[in-house]
């Protein structure tokens, strides 16, 4: 007879032959940052996930840099918006503020972080769409200059990556071009590659205050029931110069994970989303589940499935728990 349980006998010989493994310094942690001081106000929706002001982002640089996690990645949150999200695009708006100091943590620190700069004008725009308005639609190729100068301030404020969530057409090759001409060859670009319109995404919109005024995104983000369209967004990517690929949500899109794996040789990145991250902690607080081991469970999922980076609302508080030897 076969044997199997033979390798599952102790938790020692379980954790020698584990296939995958949950590294701390794979995980980057989101952040919400916003102009005022001294402020750091919880989510409501997102127990555990703040919004920050500038002047408090000391304290995220520590925790991350004791966590262990590769890096954070940055979402602004403007004071005053408008139809063309021009927050985004001002080398001191919020973003651009927040890149900054945290880069001017780091180095007071003597160590690093990789930063990653969302791009994306919902958060900045008065009808709360990722790019500008032709009537009621969202017009792609004129958000496409405003998606690159965003990119170039937040690389000019000292980001590694520029990731443009917005699944506007060309996006990348435009955000290439730009940060190429500029001189900033070295800035990679993690494209959103296949970001699916979701209801998964709705305590983000309370954190960013990103929810759109009228209408919906699905002109543009793309269709959850399309997973082969999927690894056609993928493809324009690489070929417009992407140097990480993402799937987002992560949880309920594996099998695009997993093909988007099989297909591309580039970094893949899945971004554990918000909705995902608020129901673990709802079951966890009505005692429906153990939250530790649920989201060891879901973490090694993402890599199981072919991930190689995995961005997650999660990150300090499981690299707080893997130290402690409690998953």
């Not at 010989?13 to 296939?19: E, I, N, S, T």
């Not at 954070?72 to 708006?93: C, H, Q, R, Y």
Request: net charge neutral; aromatic share 8%.
């Amino acid at each position: 007879m076969i044997r199997l349980r033979r390798l599952r006998r102790t938790q020692k010989l379980r954790d020698a032959v584990a296939q995958t493994q949950v590294q701390v310094s794979k995980l980057i942690l989101p952040i919400f940052v916003e102009y005022g001081k001294n402020k750091k106000e919880e989510i409501p929706t997102m127990p555990g996930v703040y919004r920050y002001t500038v002047d408090r982002l000391g304290e995220v640089v520590r925790a991350a840099l004791q966590a262990k996690i590769l890096g954070l990645m940055v979402f602004g949150i403007p004071e005053t918006k408008d139809e063309k999200g021009s927050d985004a695009a001002d080398p001191n708006g919020i973003a651009a503020r927040a890149i900054r100091r945290i880069k001017e943590e780091c180095r007071a620190l003597g160590e690093e972080l990789y930063v990653v700069a969302d791009i994306c004008l919902c958060e900045y725009t008065s009808h709360g769409h990722c790019g500008v308005l032709c009537g009621k639609d969202v017009d792609n190729d004129a958000s496409l200059p405003l998606h690159a100068q965003a990119a170039l301030v937040c690389a000019q404020a000292g980001a590694d990556a520029v990731a443009p969530s917005s699944m506007m057409d060309g996006v990348v090759a435009a955000i290439r071009g730009k940060l190429d001409s500029e001189g900033l060859t070295n800035v990679a670009i993690m494209g959103y590659s296949a970001k699916f319109a979701s209801a998964f995404y709705g305590p983000f919109r309370d954190a960013a205050d990103s929810a759109p005024q009228q209408g919906d995104r699905k002109g543009y983000q793309m269709d959850f029931r399309n997973g082969r369209e999927a690894l056609r967004e993928i493809a324009a990517d690489e070929q417009e110069g992407a140097d990480f690929i993402m799937v987002k949500p992560a949880l309920a899109y594996l099998d695009v994970a997993r093909a988007a794996r099989e297909k591309s040789l580039l970094p893949l990145v899945v971004y554990n989303v918000s909705g995902e991250y608020s129901m673990v902690k709802a079951a966890a607080k009505a005692g429906f589940l153990d939250e530790k081991r649920i989201v060891q469970e879901i973490l090694t999922a993402f890599f199981r499935a072919g991930a190689d980076l995995v961005i997650t609302y999660h990150a300090l508080e499981y690299a707080k728990w893997k130290e402690n030897g409690e998953v």
